[in-house]
């Protein structure tokens, strides 16, 4: 890897039938398009992670807990879940609440939840990707205790919806006892009395949940475990996700065939999603927001995006464009706009 060889720069030669000749001399490896998979983990890597539940973590066991919800029906078949409030329940009894070391909750919701324990609202999240994390005492529970849990699907139409949530108490004596959401939590999609979230509060009427394992719509997300994280200080690789219309697109096979190669050629479905897909501009324009709070000058915005992206600094002729479209202190939409343009360079994509 030290050698001269190895160093050369990637060069266009004049056609692909000179390399495979007889008479080819190399000056430098093919330039070679990122593959779907390399493109976004160069996007998470440098600007914004764009994935965050995963088919499979290395060397991270399955884990117990459930996404539950509500069992919406149509003539008695299941449908998936419709927009709305639905309101969630646990007891639970602990026989030496005194002997809690300390308790560690995580909780994330699509699309969003209010979080209760024993009547006391400990918690709230509107994005199903960041999991909350709680600290609690001995304090906070009795022998008979109770989680209780608002959440809500937003939307017009029906979408998948589900409560994710994890309890793991450490006793004084070395004991841990962990409690799961699962199928025998309760639940509801109205309420005809107040005080749901005390423990004398009658639930009969209320029914099972239905509960679905990680894989079902979210994947295992990175950061829901008490264990110190897996992949601290890093992005979840897109070859770990479940294949997706953006990866799709951008050529990842299906691992249901065999592919030795994939084809390099741009094609216009692929520039269309590149220019306009959700997901991607979902991703920018978080990284925009961000970048707007952290640097206010444009120089050093702009020296940022260009480093980070491409490894070099901008050009004269680069700067003075860039200078000419931007403000003095840039918006989150000229900031996007700057990402979008650089991340479509042939210089980042190909290599």
């Known amino acids: 890897m030290k050698s001269r060889t190895y160093q050369l720069e990637s060069r266009a030669y004049a056609s692909p039938n000179y390399v495979k000749s007889e008479q080819f001399v190399f000056q430098g490896p093919l330039p070679r398009r990122l593959s779907a998979e390399q493109f976004a983990d160069a996007i998470s890597q440098q600007f914004q992670p764009l994935y965050y539940g995963a088919a499979y973590i290395p060397g991270n066991p399955d884990f117990p807990a459930k996404w539950i919800w509500f069992r919406d029906k149509e003539v008695d078949r299941s449908t998936l879940p419709k927009p709305g409030i639905r309101y969630f329940r646990k007891k639970f009894e602990l026989k030496n609440p005194s002997e809690i070391e300390k308790a560690e909750l995580l909780i994330t919701a699509d699309h969003s939840f209010q979080l209760f324990l024993n009547e006391e609202r400990i918690g709230s999240g509107n994005d199903w990707r960041k999991v909350k994390r709680i600290s609690l005492n001995a304090e906070d529970f009795a022998r008979e205790n109770?989680?209780?849990?608002?959440?809500?699907?937003?939307?017009?139409?029906?979408?998948?919806?589900?409560?994710?949530?994890?309890?793991?108490?450490?006793?004084?004596?070395?004991?841990?006892e962990i409690l799961y959401s699962d199928r025998d939590w309760l639940c509801t999609d109205s309420l005809a009395e107040d005080h749901w979230t005390s423990y004398?509060?009658?639930?009969?009427?209320?029914?099972?949940?239905?509960?679905?394992?990680?894989?079902?719509?979210?994947?295992?997300?990175?950061?829901?475990?008490?264990?110190?994280?897996l992949l601290e200080g890093t992005f979840l690789r897109a070859s770990l996700v479940q294949q997706d219309p953006f990866l799709k697109t951008l050529g990842r096979p299906s691992r249901e065939n065999v592919a030795t190669d994939r084809e390099e050629e741009t094609t216009m479905l692929q520039a269309l999603m590149l220019s306009n897909d959700n997901f991607?501009?979902?991703?920018?324009?978080?990284?925009?927001?961000?970048?707007?709070?952290?640097?206010?000058?444009?120089?050093?915005?702009?020296?940022?995006?260009?480093?980070?992206?491409?490894?070099?600094?901008?050009?004269?002729?680069?700067?003075?464009?860039?200078?000419?479209?931007?403000?003095?202190?840039?918006?989150?939409?000229?900031i996007e706009d700057l990402i979008w343009s650089v991340i479509l360079l042939p210089e980042f994509q190909y290599h």
């Open 146 to 176: 109770i989680i209780a849990v608002q959440a809500e699907n937003e939307g017009s139409l029906p979408n998948p919806a589900g409560v994710l949530l994890a309890l793991k108490f450490s006793y004084q004596n070395g004991k841990k």
């Open 200 to 229: 004398a509060f009658s639930d009969e009427k209320w029914e099972k949940v239905v509960a679905r394992s990680s894989n079902h719509y979210w994947g295992k997300l990175l950061d829901f475990s008490f264990e110190e994280r």
């Open 280 to 334: 991607l501009h979902r991703g920018i324009e978080e990284a925009a927001t961000r970048i707007q709070k952290e640097m206010k000058e444009r120089k050093e915005l702009i020296e940022y995006v260009f480093t980070s992206a491409l490894g070099r600094m901008p050009t004269e002729g680069e700067e003075e464009k860039l200078y000419e479209y931007l403000n003095a202190n840039p918006s989150p939409e000229e």
